[in-house]
């Protein structure tokens, strides 16, 4: 007998509420810029920059400090949005090696085993700075050739054999070139002869021969001439059988200079022509702290800047200088009018317009490969920023 009451079937009520704790779910972390546990490309909201640079097979990084590992907000973050970490100080010369023979890995050891316990990849940055602003004075002191090419071969190896296992990615050479120019820098190193950057990629590949080995320079997007520098002497290196894998683009932009996407473009294909990887490393843009469009600007230019890798094979990595605007190394710089705000997340970690742009140029990305007669359509969420 009938009492009046239809019940719902025990499997459908538990469908139903099952549907309902997922929505309340996904409004929760919209409303707090949290991605949810399940990414649908379709709604960009739903999805964290790692886990959509995930799906497109690229590493999409920032770098970090030791303390910054340690420190709840940043390391969350981290975690959370990016698939690969660059040790911003902590694997650089004068941070290793402060004095003759006195070695120090005690930094680099903390932000390298936090990208390995949260299975991010790792960017060995750097061996060897061709700047003698950042060497230790140490090495400025050795006059004798013979004498800095033992210091720099017991860097370059000591440093690797360190990390062996752990670290399979290195910027051998760093800005070997002159910041503002197309010649070679004022380096210690360039004391060593014309060959030295050939002998350490090949010392390098020595200690490990299954590590990727990289040489990375500044300002080759906006410096006249230095982009063809470049290629002179990474095709030189090419030619002469050097073991080199690939290319680093810093791409640190300036304030109010949009990029020239056609052009970035063929300078990234360039490198690839080669036989050779190329990442943007570096990446970071500052804005006008009093310009009230400033922040759309530069979600337009980030946008541009990570569609134009997306559309070259050969682009493998974007990382950001930086986490924060609250720790960018810009502000102290003294060049340009701060607060800089130059990344992806404020000073309280917020996401910015920046973060967004970027989260929906790699949802288009991922349903464009799902569905390559649907390229570059616009999300269900929101419109796509302008594909240049």
Known sequence: MSNGVHRRPAGAAA????????????????????????????VPSTCSLRQLAD????RLGSTAEAAETTDVNH????????????????????????????WDFTDADTVVQFALDNGMQIRGHTLLWAQD???????????????????????????MDHFAGRVHRWDVVNEPLATLGTGPSDSVLWRLGPQWIADAFRLAHSVDPDAELWLNEYGTDWVPGKHEALLDLVRGLVDDGVPI????????????????????????????????????????????????????????????????????????????????????????????????????????????????????????????ESSPTDSLQPTAEEPTLPVT
């Open 15 to 42: 469908t139903v509420l099952v549907v309902l704790l997922v929505l309340l779910t996904l409004s929760i972390d919209t409303r707090i810029g949290l991605a949810s546990p399940v990414c649908e490309p379709q």
């Open 133 to 159: 602003t950042y060497t230790p004075a140490w090495v400025l002191g050795i006059s004798d050739p013979t004498a800095l090419q033992i210091e720099v071969d017991a860097q370059i190896t000591a440093t």
């Open 55 to 58: 799906m497109t097979h690229i």
């Open 75 to 102: 390391a969350d973050l981290l975690a959370r949005e990016f698939n690969a970490l660059t040790p911003e100080n902590a694997l650089k010369w004068y941070a290793t090696q402060p004095t003759a023979w006195t």
């Open 245 to 368: 894998h690939g290319v680093g683009l810093q791409t640190h932009r300036l304030p109010g200079f949009a990029i020239d996407p056609d052009r970035f473009i063929a300078q990234l294909r360039d490198v690839t022509s080669l036989g050779l990887q190329v990442a943007i490393t570096e990446l970071d843009i500052p804005i006008s702290p009093t310009d009230p469009s400033a922040l759309d600007q530069q979600a337009t230019e980030y946008a541009s800047i990570v569609t134009s890798c997306l559309r070259v094979p050969g682009c493998v990595e974007i990382t950001t200088w930086g986490l924060s605007d609250g720790s960018t190394w810009l502000d102290s710089l003294g060049r340009f009018p701060t607060p800089t705000r130059p990344l992806l997340f404020d000073a309280a970690f917020a996401p910015k317009p920046a973060y967004r742009a970027v989260r929906d140029v790699l949802a288009t990305a991922v349903i464009s």
